[in-house]
């Protein structure tokens, strides 16, 4: 790197106001020095002279495909031009998406809906050239019909019910863990059917383990999430839930994964073969539950 190093300051070339006011507002927790060039403005010539270090840049900004502006910015003859760390800000993205901007140089992709919180610690490490280690599930390919069976069956906001709550209590007893959750992953939430050993309804679901798990049939497990680039940095592990271990196996509805029965600890944990088939026998129980309730059309 060249002697002059760069100042710890963000370019947000975002068209979006909503997009732009929610980095601008992730940005400022941080104290990050902050460049919002006008409609009009030529990126190029204000990363020459603002020099910051990220460009958050739209998908599209001021009429042009943002992929094409990192293109010609990665063409500079400027090193800290061409090295600077790109960002493409977007409200959706597909998988060609994202391989279009890998050959055009993009670093990574912010996609919306995003917390605060969630802006805050990727633009952070993005700034300051740091790796990230909280990364958000992506969404499953049927996520529509998902969701569709999840609400079909009228279960999200419902009131505790013993059927489930036995469930969890028998999963916390069984396994010898503070905390047993039946979790259904909705739009932007984690919602929890059953809980033992948490007090918070729900969490955001850019937080949720269990989104992670519902993009496979088998048991997720996360022996130690302080270990795990995915998890590490994740406001669950490092806040006051300090998760360490978690074990979550999907749960149906109309055959789609809509939660997890899952376990969770504050100290690493392994699971043995025959735990896991415990964990699948709960589960089943669980679904059974779940079913009956889409089979009825929602609450009786």
Same mark, same amino acid.
């Given at each position: ?50 020099r910051p270090s990220l460009l958050l840049l739209g998908r599209r900004f001021d009429g042009r495909d943002g992929l094409d502006v990192c293109r010609a910015i990665r063409k500079s003859a400027a090193w800290h031009v061409r090295n600077l760390p790109i960002v493409i800000v977007a409200a959706d993205d597909t998988e060609a998406d994202h391989v279009a ?5 993009? *670093? #990574?992709?912010?996609? $919306? ?8 610690? +990727?633009? /952070?490490?993005? =700034?300051? %050239? ?96 302080? *270990? #795990?680039?995915?998890? $590490? ?8 839930? +300090?998760? /360490?271990?978690? =074990?979550? %196996? ?51």
């Amino acid at each position: 790197m060249p002697a002059e190093l760069l100042t710890q300051s963000v370019l947000i070339a975002v068209d979006d106001p909503a997009l732009r006011d929610g980095l601008l507002e992730a940005a400022r927790a941080d104290d990050l020095a902050l460049h919002a060039p006008p409609v009009g403005a030529e990126v190029l010539g204000m990363i020459e002279a603002a020099r910051p270090s990220l460009l958050l840049l739209g998908r599209r900004f001021d009429g042009r495909d943002g992929l094409d502006v990192c293109r010609a910015i990665r063409k500079s003859a400027a090193w800290h031009v061409r090295n600077l760390p790109i960002v493409i800000v977007a409200a959706d993205d597909t998988e060609a998406d994202h391989v279009a901007g890998s050959e055009a140089g993009v *670093t #990574d992709w912010l996609v $919306a809906p995003f917390s605060p919180l969630y802006a805050r610690t +990727r633009i /952070r490490a993005w =700034a300051l %050239r740091q790796a990230c280690r909280w990364l958000r599930a992506p969404r499953p390919p049927d996520e529509a019909a998902r969701l569709r069976a999840l609400r079909g069956a009228d279960l999200l906001d419902s009131p505790a019910e013993e059927r489930f709550d036995r469930i969890t209590r028998l999963a916390r007893r069984v396994f010898d863990v503070p905390i047993a959750l039946v979790s259904l992953v909705d739009a932007e939430r984690q919602w929890f059917k059953s809980r033992q050993g948490l007090d918070v309804p729900e969490t955001p679901r850019e937080m949720s383990f269990c989104a992670h798990a519902i993009h496979d049939d088998r048991v997720f497990l996360i022996p130690d999430a302080l *270990t #795990d680039p995915r998890f $590490a940095d994740n406001p669950a592990v490092t806040g006051d839930l +300090r998760v /360490r271990f978690y =074990a979550g %196996r999907p749960v149906h509805i109309d055959g789609r994964r809509v939660g997890t029965l899952c376990l969770v600890d504050q100290r690493p944990r392994k699971l043995r073969d025959d735990d896991v088939r415990v964990l699948d026998d709960l589960a089943a129980l669980v679904e059974k539950e779940l079913e009956e309730n889409a089979t009825k059309g929602g609450r009786s």
